[in-house]
């Protein structure tokens, strides 16, 4: 408890804002900080940080939720696996997800063989009580998952499982920071660093932001102390115009991160080229499964093509992940798009922005009331 009151002390906050805003008022423009973490973003709104900050001081959403920036063709895929007769264990914030004209939930309602689990040594445990079945694991998410994936596949390896496989959807968060940068459309002052990916990476990779981009970088806790804080260090850096990267949540995150973590991830991945929702293909932002696990790895196994060509539902949820638009600009938001019938996967998610927003965002009452 004293570490919650600690970190959620009032008067602290207090203080900090009132700093922020002394600092803000120094640098007299608009200044747009971004987070690329669906967590920070959910704090972010739930903790009423943006209230606190001075007009000039924009908080934006980048693309942090793992199951948003997972493309229409990744649950294709994942559907096509399951119409084969493979027991597709996932997840269950990837049920909803739709891919071009179908979803894990459609595909579950007509009898397909699709699971719910937490973990995937959840599904490596399915794969052993059923050795009848193929079990295939969807493995997304960033560099918080992807080394529980890696654990899983070498405890395959070293169990003798064969019937448990994954389907690799992993990306890396800091190629995607740099084409947010290098985007004209998107301007960005300053990152809130994820403190979930940086707790495995470390607080390094963030240097070449600085050192080729000139952007100013803090990795920053999830306590509404650790957030105001986090961007009153970015403020503090873009008004002495002395850049770097700063490590607020040095209470989790290192310089170098999890090594043990990041060791299992080199063994069982590679890197790769990866698609992103809405953003297009990202050169070495994803991870594959080497070729020496490829026993593990279902692409390489039972390979399959899909030809993706999704629906338009009118959905912006690219535009969103990349922070060109605020969930609410949306025409769809609220309705007829909200978390009971979700269009895209920024509604779907509880770390997706619309979804974040929708609960969190002071526009429920609002939608609630007109219905
Ligand atoms: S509100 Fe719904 S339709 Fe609009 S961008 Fe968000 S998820 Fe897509």
Same mark, same amino acid.
Request: with cysteine; charged share 25%; aromatic share 8%.
């Given at each position: ?112 063989? *699709?699971?719910?689990?937490?973990? &995937? ?7 052993? %009580?059923? !050795?009848? @079945?193929?079990? $295939? ?50 301007? *960005?002052?300053?990152?809130?660093? &994820? ?7 470390? %607080?390094? !990779?963030? @240097?070449?932001? $600085? ?161």
């Amino acid at each position: 408890m004293k570490y919650v009151f600690e970190f959620r002390n009032q008067n602290l906050t207090r203080a900090i804002a009132r700093k922020i805003s002394q600092v803000a008022e120094k640098i007299g423009r608009e200044v747009r900080l971004m987070e690329v973490c669906g967590t920070h973003a959910m704090a972010i709104l739930k903790f009423g940080i943006k209230e606190l900050l001075p007009p000039n001081v924009k908080l934006v959403s980048g693309p942090g939720c793992p199951v948003c920036v997972t493309p229409d063709e990744y649950i294709d895929l994942a559907c096509t696996y399951a119409r084969d007769g493979f027991l597709v264990a996932t997840f269950g914030d990837m049920m909803r997800v739709p891919g071009s004209n179908t979803s894990l939930i459609r595909e579950k309602s007509k009898g397909r063989k *699709i699971k719910v689990v937490y973990s &995937p040594m959840d599904a490596l445990e399915l794969a052993r %009580s059923l !050795p009848m @079945e193929r079990v $295939v694991f969807l493995g997304i998410g960033f560099e918080t998952t992807a080394p529980g994936v890696a654990a899983s596949i070498s405890a395959a390896e070293e169990m003798g499982i064969k019937n448990f496989m994954v389907l690799c959807g992993h990306k890396l968060i800091p190629p995607a920071m740099r084409v947010l940068v290098e985007d004209p459309r998107v301007r *960005i002052d300053g990152f809130l660093c &994820p403190g979930h990916v940086s707790a495995i990476i470390g %607080s390094r !990779p963030y @240097e070449f932001l $600085v050192k080729n981009y000139g952007i100013p970088c803090v990795v920053a806790g999830f306590e509404p102390v650790d957030i105001l804080q986090s961007i009153n260090l970015l403020l503090s850096q873009i008004s002495s115009k002395k850049i770097k990267v700063e490590n607020e949540y040095t209470r989790v995150v290192t310089p170098d991160g999890n090594l043990k973590a990041k060791q299992l991830m080199e063994k069982v991945f590679n890197i790769s080229d990866s698609q992103w929702r809405g953003i297009g293909v990202i050169k070495d932002s994803g991870l594959i499964i080497s070729d020496k696990y490829s026993l593990w790895d279902i692409q390489a196994r039972f390979p399959v093509k899909v030809s993706s060509s999704p629906e338009d539902r009118g959905c912006r949820c690219g535009e969103v992940l990349q922070g060109l638009i605020e969930p609410e600009d949306c025409a769809l938001f609220g309705d007829p798009c909200n978390p009971y019938n979700p269009f895209g996967p920024c509604m779907v998610s509880t770390e997706g922005a619309c979804n974040i927003h929708y609960r969190f965002g002071h526009k429920e009452d609002k939608i609630e009331a007109g219905n």
